[in-house]
C-alpha cells in the first residue's frame, strides 16, 4: 500500500520568497507523483504531475518539483511567491496504471505581504 | 469545453437520513471517482466508476454507494448518515485509456450532517 507524508502542515513566508513544501512517499511499486492545489471553498487543481523521464517537473503559476527516487520524496517548490498563492497544497501518488490517488494532509502556505 | 460539475454545492441533513449527490464528468471522459474530504484533511478515495461498474473501492463502508450511468454521471448515496459523514465530497474525471493518473476534480458537495 502507498502513503503520502507531507512534512509541514503549515509554511509562512513572506510574498517574493522562495518556497519549498516537502513530500515523502511510501510505495512498493511504480508510482505517478502529483501535486494538487485547493483554493478555499473550491476544488483541487493540478500544479504538475511526474510521470517518467525527467526528475524536474515544471508546473503552472511557476511551480516546480523534482522527483528524488533514492529518497521517495517529490518536493514543490517556487522561487518567488505571490500573495494568490495563498491556499493548500495536497501532494498525491498513485499506484501505476490504476489512477486512484492516495493524499497527503496537505500543507497550508500562507503568504504575507 | 465544461469541467467536472457536481450537485448540489451545500446540503444539511440529520444523523440517520440519506443523502445522494451528482457528478457531470468533463466532457470526453469516461472515469469517475469519488473522493471524501473532511475538514483539514487530504481526500480520502471512497470509489471509482468505469463502464457503469464499480471499479475500484477504497475503505469505506456498504452505507457509501454509488451508480454510474450511460452518459457517464454519477451519483453518490450515503445511507444512514453519521456525524461523521459531515465533509467536502469531491467527484474526478478521468480518461481510462490516457493512463496518466490525472484526474479532474469539480468544486465538490459540502455535506453537513447535524
Known amino acids: 500500500a502507498q502513503s503520502v507524508t507531507q512534512l509541514d502542515s503549515q509554511v509562512p513566508v513572506f510574498e517574493e520568497a522562495p518556497v519549498e513544501l516537502r513530500c515523502n512517499y511510501s510505495?512498493?511499486?511504480?508510482?505517478?507523483l502529483f501535486w494538487y492545489v485547493q483554493y478555499p471553498n473550491q476544488g483541487l487543481q493540478l500544479l504538475l504531475k511526474?510521470?517518467?523521464?525527467?526528475?524536474l517537473v515544471k508546473g503552472i503559476n511557476g511551480f516546480e518539483a523534482e522527483f528524488n527516487k533514492s529518497q521517495t520524496s517529490f518536493h514543490l517548490r517556487k522561487p518567488s511567491v505571490h500573495i494568490s498563492d495563498t491556499a493548500e497544497y495536497f501532494c498525491?501518488?498513485?499506484?501505476?496504471?490504476?489512477?486512484?490517488?492516495?493524499f497527503g494532509t496537505g500543507t497550508r502556505l500562507q503568504v504575507f505581504p | 469545453d465544461a469541467g467536472v460539475t457536481q450537485s448540489p454545492t451545500h446540503l444539511i441533513k440529520t444523523r440517520g437520513q440519506q443523502v445522494t449527490l451528482r457528478c457531470s464528468p468533463k466532457?470526453?471522459?469516461?472515469?469517475v471517482s469519488w473522493y471524501q474530504q473532511a475538514l483539514g484533511q487530504g481526500p480520502q478515495f471512497i470509489f471509482q466508476?468505469?463502464?457503469?461498474?464499480?471499479?475500484q473501492r477504497g475503505n469505506f463502508p456498504d452505507r457509501f454507494s454509488g451508480h454510474q450511468f450511460p452518459n457517464y454521471s454519477s451519483e453518490l448515496n450515503v445511507n444512514a448518515l453519521l456525524l461523521g459523514d459531515s465533509a467536502l465530497y469531491l467527484c474526478?474525471?478521468?480518461?481510462?485509456?490516457?493512463?496518466?493518473?490525472?484526474?479532474?476534480f469539480g468544486e465538490g458537495s459540502r455535506l453537513t450532517v447535524l
Open positions: 474526478a474525471s478521468s480518461l481510462v485509456i490516457a493512463n496518466t493518473g490525472e484526474l479532474f
Open positions: 510505495s512498493s511499486v511504480s508510482v505517478y
Open positions: 511526474y510521470l517518467s523521464g525527467s526528475t
Open positions: 498525491a501518488v498513485s499506484e501505476i496504471p490504476t489512477d486512484k490517488l492516495i
Open positions: 466532457s470526453g471522459h469516461d472515469t
Open positions: 466508476y468505469y463502464e457503469e461498474e464499480e471499479r
